[in-house]
């Protein structure tokens, strides 16, 4: 009588399982590369494509590229993967992560690994304006690679319906009233079908609200990532315009605004004007069903705009030879060539002068020039805000941006109390 | 005889308890045990600081918003899909027409991941072609409403989906009760002359007490565990009107990095946890008629 | 058993069935939305047109744009590994509470009850530094280690075995076989009912966890399915429904059939485990 046959049996097949569970989660990589899917499926497919290229012309190098969802679900997987003590040897991160990066000591600056005469005039070829949040005690953390500033998409049909000259944007914060307003359409009953504009404010405010700070000339923390002002009044001046827009002027939607249901807002008309990341640049060429155009932000005291996305860091919990193989991956990826064919597939800014001078830009670029707006725009954009500590800061200021935008606290409340607690927390850093 | 029952008793207990001390009892200990201490950062590591973290907890008015809205979200919650659960049993247990396919309709949330459903509500609640704007328009002329971008409205839609997601479950375990009472019980009341309310409320409600204790036990549990959708529908948002309070928990561990305050909001939820299950235990026992 | 047939005349009836199918068909929209973008082009997402043309393509884009195929192969090891090892902890473990007399049995039993309560979903924070100090960060084991003891697998089984005379145990017993060979020729069959309401149970409790897999994988070779899909969602520009929509159904595709075809087993088989 066996008794016992069988459960050995069953033991063996359970056995098996863990070991497969264990095992094929080891599989060898020489580097592992995180970055943010940030702009649907293109993205991530040139991202792959670029790989594949590498590898073939890097035989030696095994380049693993990893999906890690948002921008803020990259950041924790990174600090997550490095205290578990399984870091990536590189990934692109949000710019105004280096702070939070550099406190739990786990990204090295480029500048120790820069050999080189070549690679010294290759780290000072990038745009100024994206260098401002990749830059901190006089050393680079990180790389420009998929950056952006935000801007005005316009629907010409919308605008030559409303009896507006559909080449012209409005220029400055009046004309956006006034275009608005022209461009606002109601039904019988008095429903709104068309609003006149839409600034996303959902999942993170701050991004376009510091669109109208810039224009309004001020900044919104220092260089040192130490200090915020918050509650000065030129700020408390812009998010009074953001409101009103809704509340006064009755041209944008009440309440928070979907960023992911923008895009598909503007094409099914139900908004004239969205201020948006040129990183939908394709995503709007490709599926908008009439004629749209591209501008610049509209100015107050100045133009402005914060520059954002992704920049590449090279993690210290790796060794020499990885570094090396990370940091010859990301010069060859930021070369010209390379960068257009990103930026031609997404939308992103070319970081780089020299990319835009490549004729396979030009050809683009005569083609399709709303793809130089968002590098025009480039000499009045700003760094991003970044902080030490930098998600608590920002999300407690995007909460107060959307407490004053749903009307429950009055701007100069909510940003009296944001920089309260933003002081709290970065009395440490000083 | 009894040596080898103790030692066999103990041989077959030991792995299964192995794994519940490393993974429950060892970490929910630690929990409370971290939450005296502060969070490690970088090369400091943490150290001991007594009650500063309570104190912490008690002065952060983002806690106290985020224990109002899960006892709000439990509220809505718990009452409703244990009721809705009960009905949709009744009803799929009937003689009525398409009760196989509301058998399926009503079940069919539970096993689709949260996750993934939120998408699909997402853009129900879109405003302007979100679905019950469509409806809203489409028949009854209305503005478009912004649901989830107001922090009045957006507990609620995100407590409904929360209970379009677990009624069916609960349903299931009604239904299989519903399906062991004896006919008798109900030939019996017929002869007696009773109403069908009488009989739902004298018989049957007693009768059902055990699932409906398990079914509300769970449901508590649920009101704490479910906020997968909150990722993707609000974030929290906006302003923390829709954070509940193991969402809150995920960003203070994971987002902010601060462990030590972390501890301290488990510790909460712990507490909380215990009191209302063990609580709504012996609330139910003096009712419960077992069989 | 019919709670309508009291009244003489119809009207109890319709107005129930009415009701039922309303809820059903409220409770069915979101499926039924699903559906509907996933096989309509991006055009159609929010115009509800009769004649519009059907596609695949939103499946093909959906799974040629994230490892989809890795995923669900994940979540099939990740599903199958914690069913086995919860079946056979757990179901020592029971048979050592049914059937042995030991000290401690009740203190251990109410710690054991404990887990129904204090989940591994609760203890994120702290099961992470276990998972960091094993060095099983990212790893499938990982995801599953927290929930292999499950406090309700034992309960159930428990009170299954201890429902089983014990004449039949004394049976075995003369025979000549050993506990284990009692626990394999006599109790588990007889508890199968148990095991299978307790396995779909677990299955789909387990396919569909999203917040400790998304703490704990970091890359794709772990990722499950939910994680996977919440990734793939995430996009900064544009949400493009009828794309998320067939990766929706993909990802739950599977337990949805599983459910419609085992429908009948899942309530009976929850009858005879006595869970009520």
């Not at chain 1, 068309?194 to 996303?200: A, E």
């Not at chain 1, 923008?262 to 948006?276: D, I, L, N, V």
């Not at chain 1, 920002?394 to 004053?404: G, K, P, Q, S, V």
Request: some cysteine; proline content about 5%; aromatic content about 14%.
């Amino acid at each position: 009588m066996t008794c016992f046959g069988k459960r050995y049996a069953m033991a063996a097949a359970a056995a098996t399982v863990f070991t497969i569970g264990t095992a094929s989660s080891a599989l060898a990589v020489e580097l592992e590369f995180y970055f943010p899917v940030a702009v649907g499926g293109a993205a991530a497919d040139t991202i792959e494509e670029l790989t594949e290229q590498y590898m073939a012309e890097n035989p030696d190098v095994e380049i693993d590229a990893v999906y890690a969802g948002s921008y803020q679900e990259t950041v924790t997987k990174a600090l997550t993967a490095a205290r578990g003590g399984k870091p990536p040897q590189l990934s692109v991160i949000l710019s105004v992560d280096m702070f939070t990066l550099i406190d739990e000591d786990v990204i090295m600056p480029f500048d120790d690994l820069v050999e080189t005469d070549e690679d010294q005039a290759w780290l000072e070829s990038f745009y100024p304006a994206f260098m401002e949040n990749s830059q901190t005690g006089g050393k680079t953390y990180g790389i420009p690679f998929q950056r952006s500033t935000p801007v005005l998409y316009w629907n010409k049909d919308a605008f030559a319906e409303a009896g507006l000259d559909p080449e012209t944007p409005p220029a400055t914060w009046e004309e956006m009233i006034e275009m608005g307003k022209k461009l606002v359409v109601k039904d019988d009953q008095g429903n709104v079908q068309r609003w006149g504009v839409r600034i996303p404010s959902s999942g993170f405010p701050y991004w376009l609200f510091q669109g109208l700070t810039t224009q309004n000339d001020v900044i919104l923390a220092n260089s040192d990532g130490n200090e915020t002002s918050f509650d000065d009044p030129k700020v408390i001046e812009s998010l009074q315009y953001l409101v009103d827009l809704s509340q006064k002027h009755e041209i944008m939607a009440p309440g928070i605004i979907e960023w992911g249901a923008t895009p598909k807002a503007f094409f099914e008309g139900q908004t004239a004007m969205m201020w948006t990341s040129t990183g939908n640049l394709t995503n709007v060429r490709d599926n908008a069903p009439f004629d749209f155009g591209v501008g610049m932000l509209p100015a107050n005291v100045r133009r402005g705009a914060p520059t954002g996305g992704g920049n590449f860091f090279i993690f210290n919990d790796a060794d020499d030879e990885q570094k090396a193989a990370a940091f010859d991956f990301v010069q060859w990826i930021t070369e010209p060539e390379q960068s257009a064919t990103w930026t031609i597939a997404t939308g992103y800014v070319a970081p780089r002068p020299d990319t835009w001078e490549t004729t396979t830009m030009q050809a683009y670029t005569s083609d399709f020039p709303a793809a130089l707006v968002a590098r025009d725009q480039l000499e009045h954009a700003v760094a991003e805000l970044s902080t030490h500590e930098n998600q608590r800061v920002t999300t407690l200021f995007n909460d107060a941006l959307a407490a004053a935008i749903t009307g429950t606290k009055s701007p100069a409340e909510a940003l009296a109390e944001a920089q309260q607690k933003a002081d709290a927390i970065l009395e440490d850093y000083r | 005889m009894h040596r080898r029952e103790w030692v066999y008793g103990w041989l077959f207990l030991t792995p299964a308890l192995v794994f519940l001390f490393a993974f429950t009892h060892y970490p929910a200990f630690n929990t409370i045990l971290g939450s005296f201490f502060s969070t490690p950062k970088g090369r400091k590591p943490a150290e001991f600081i007594g009650l500063e973290n309570y104190r912490d907890l008690v002065a952060d008015e983002v806690f106290w918003k985020v224990l109002t809205n899960n006892f709000w979200f439990a509220l809505g919650t718990i009452p409703i899909s244990v009721a809705l659960a009960l009905l949709m049993a009744l009803w799929v247990n009937g003689r009525l027409r398409g009760t196989t396919l509301s058998r399926v309709a009503f079940f069919a949330p539970t096993v689709l991941p949260l996750i993934a459903v939120a998408n699909i509500w997402m853009f129900f609640y879109t405003p302007g072609f979100g679905l019950i704007d469509q409806f809203r328009s489409g028949l009854f002329g209305l503005p478009a409403i912004n649901l989830l971008g107001n922090p009045d409205t957006v507990l609620g839609a995100v407590i409904v989906v929360a209970i379009w997601k677990e009624a069916g479950f609960f349903m299931i375990f009604y239904l299989a009760a519903l399906q062991s009472i004896p006919p008798v019980l109900r030939e019996a009341a017929d002869i007696e002359g009773a109403s069908s309310f009488y009989y739902l409320r004298r018989v049957l409600f007693p009768l059902l007490m055990p699932t409906t204790l398990f079914v509300s036990i769970n449901a508590v549990i649920n009101s704490f565990r479910l906020v997968d959708h909150i990722f993707v529908m609000t974030d929290g948002g906006p302003d923390n009107a829709s954070s509940l309070l193991l969402f809150y928990i995920y960003e203070v561990a994971f987002k902010y990095w601060q462990t030590g305050y972390a501890a301290t909001l488990t510790v909460v939820m712990l507490v909380l946890l215990s009191i209302l299950a063990i609580g709504q235990f012996f609330l139910f026992d003096r009712k419960v008629h077992y069989q | 058993m019919n709670l309508l047939r009291r009244r003489g005349f119809d009207f109890g009836v319709i107005l129930n069935s009415v009701a039922m199918w309303t809820l059903a068909i409220l409770w069915a929209l979101p499926l039924l939305y699903a559906i509907w973008t996933a096989f309509h082009p991006a055009a159609y997402e929010t115009r509800f047109v009769l004649s519009a043309p059907l596609t695949l393509d939103n499946f093909v884009k959906a799974w040629n744009a994230a490892p989809f195929a890795r995923y669900f192969l994940n979540t099939f090891m990740l599903v199958t590994m914690i069913l086995a090892s919860q079946f056979i902890l757990c179901t020592l473990a029971a048979f050592a509470f049914a059937r042995f007399r030991f000290p401690g049995r009740s203190i251990l039993f109410s710690l054991v009850l404990l887990q129904l309560l204090v989940m591994p979903d609760i203890l994120i924070v702290e099961n992470y530094k276990t998972i960091r100090a094993l060095g099983l960060v990212d790893t499938i084991v990982a995801i599953g280690l927290p929930y292999i003891a499950s406090g309700f697998g034992i309960f159930l089984l428990r009170q299954t075995f201890m429902s089983i005379p014990r004449e039949l145990d004394d049976a075995a017993r003369i025979e000549g076989c050993s506990f284990i060979g009692l626990l394999w020729r006599v109790y588990i069959p007889l508890a199968r009912p148990t095991y299978l309401a307790y396995g779909l149970v677990s299955v789909s409790h387990h396919w569909n966890n999203f917040l400790w897999p998304l703490i704990i994988t970091n890359s794709v070779e772990t990722r499950p399915v939910t994680v996977g899909l919440s990734v793939f969602s995430a996009v900064d520009a544009g949400i493009e429904w009828s794309v998320i929509n067939a990766a929706t159904l993909m990802t739950s595709g599977p337990l949805l059939l599983g459910f419609l075809l085992f429908q009948r087993q899942f309530v009976q088989s929850f009858m005879r485990a006595g869970i009520r």
